[in-house]
């Protein structure tokens, strides 16, 4: 079976960094995409940084600058480089990947544990 697994988060002052990553595991034939997604307390999960194909990026307008989004090709692991942390980046960060295994002939959306980001003021 395919497991997403996060690390990496903890707590930062703001301006501070954090390296993100996360390792998909299982019979992976291809993935199409990864993403990363967070959501604060009572919010909505929104989607934060996404790399397509391994090449392709996009990053939400309020990270843009701040964060990058990578992956390792041999190591299926995905990576958020978090820079100039602020207070309003704390949320649990979530992996994301739209991805098909051997067995299957189509594509599905796997989902991580979480990890926790908190940035003090």
């Known amino acids: 079976q395919v497991q997403l697994v996060e690390s990496g988060g903890g707590l930062v002052q703001a301006g501070g960094s954090l390296r993100l990553s996360c390792a998909a595991s299982?019979?992976?034939?291809?993935?199409?995409?990864m993403g990363w997604y967070r959501q604060a307390p009572e919010k909505q999960r929104e989607l934060v940084a996404v790399?397509?194909?391994?090449?392709?990026?996009n990053y939400a307008d309020s990270v843009k600058g701040r964060f990058t989004i990578s992956v390792n090709n041999a190591k299926n692991t995905m990576y958020l480089q978090m820079n100039s942390l602020k207070p309003e980046d704390t949320a649990v960060y979530y992996c994301?990947?739209?991805?098909?295994?051997?067995?299957?002939?189509?594509?599905?959306?796997?989902w991580g544990q979480g990890t926790q980001v908190t940035v003090s003021s």
């Open positions: 299982g019979s992976i034939a291809s993935i199409n995409y």
């Open positions: 994301n990947a739209r991805l098909r295994t051997y067995s299957s002939s189509s594509y599905s959306d796997y």
């Open positions: 790399i397509t194909n391994g090449i392709t990026t």
